[in-house]
């Protein structure tokens, strides 16, 4: 069995349907977690791939970017955000999100070089995406994100912004193994990840709809699923960014 831990947002509906509909299923030991307890167990060797963060590819001593496919946005992707209650050059105080690593370090990146701004970081907010404190931003991710885009007086999309910053488009997270992964084995993930996203319009079909969020249009279009040499170069410049900071 091959152990494997993929994020359990609704941007991976695609993917899960896919390992959990192919033939792949019966060899694999599927883990569902947040985007930095992915991370964490290909560390720690708890599973042998991860759809994971990319900035936490820079912690693992091995690291194999193994799939054509990954989260990625090529423009707007309508839920990483930094969220604020004053312009961003304004921002004295940034609570980072406590279930991502490479959102929080692609805000950092971005106040550094883009909006150069640097408040003090919060970390572990105990009212979390709360504050009355006038100069405070909140970085957010994933379903958390749904249908808050007019909660907050100043919103800025991270990969919008990003694309405005470098040209270039954005990975979230790839999926990497923490070893050598049979090449086979390797192809069967990618017939899998690839009949999830090829399903899309079956699973509309049983996805329950929100009212105040367009779940066809994100993971249609928001959401860019391939890994191209576009993408790879922006993780190569991401990760180059990171180590700077």
Known sequence: MVKISAVSY????PFIYGLQHHSIKNSIDLSLDVPATCADKLQENVVDIGLIPVAAILNLPEAHVISDYCIGANGPVNSVFVFSNCPIHEVKYLQLDPQSKSSNNLALVLLKNFWK???ELVYKAK???RSPHPKTAFVQIGD???GKVDKYPYVYDLAAEWQKFTGLEFVFAAWVSNKVI????VSQ???ALKFGLDSRLKIFENLEMRKDFDLVDYLMH???YRLTDSKKQAMQLF?????EL
Not at 10 to 13: A, G
Not at 182 to 185: A, M
């Open 10 to 13: 609704t941007n991976t509906i």
């Open 117 to 119: 701004v640097q408040p």
């Open 127 to 129: 009212e979390y995406g």
């Open 144 to 146: 958390r994100t749904f």
């Open 182 to 185: 049979d090449p086979e084995f």
């Open 189 to 191: 993930l990618n017939e």
């Open 222 to 224: 928001k959401i860019d």
């Open 239 to 243: 990760h180059k960014l990171i180590s």
